[in-house]
């Protein structure tokens, strides 16, 4: 018996760990909550390499608001950053976010069904790549 529980607990924490992750559905939704998974930095001639969220100065989580067109930190971090949104759009399942700021070009692209990210943040001669994952927020958020 122990041993058929045991088989079950590591099937069942086996499958959870394959699955990959992935956020709720965002469809007709405006504001989202996003955590990033991972991220990469490229330069010339040395490539990519993954990095760590703080040694690029990334917050954990970040919150998108399509309406106020604008990305934020989260008030639990302790900061207070805020960048505009200069261009959405929504196209077939996506939603395509774009800015500029300090010098910085970024594009966020959103799958609407699975809410996965994908981001890229350029500058001259560096570029930042980043997956997360985003979940909507209440409507009656303030």
């Known amino acids: 018996m122990l041993r058929r529980s045991l088989s079950w607990t590591c099937w069942c924490l086996a499958s959870l760990l394959a699955a990959p992750l992935a956020g709720d559905g965002l469809g007709g939704r405006d504001a989202f909550l996003c955590a990033v998974l991972e991220v990469s930095r490229c330069v010339p001639e040395e490539g990519c390499a993954q990095a760590a969220l703080a040694d690029l100065n990334i917050p954990d ?39 500029v700021e300090k010098g910085r070009a970024w594009s966020f692209v959103l ?15 560096l570029s930042v790549n980043a997956f997360a994952v985003c979940t909507p927020l209440p409507p009656d958020r303030p």
Do not use: M, Y
């Open 111 to 125: 799958d609407e069904e699975s809410g996965r990210l994908t981001a890229a943040v350029a500058r001259e001669e």
């Open 61 to 99: 989580f970040v919150e998108i608001d399509l309406a106020a067109k604008l990305v934020r930190t989260t008030a639990a971090s302790g900061e207070n950053r805020v960048t505009p949104i200069l261009g959405v759009a929504r196209q077939e399942g996506l939603i395509f976010l774009q800015g």
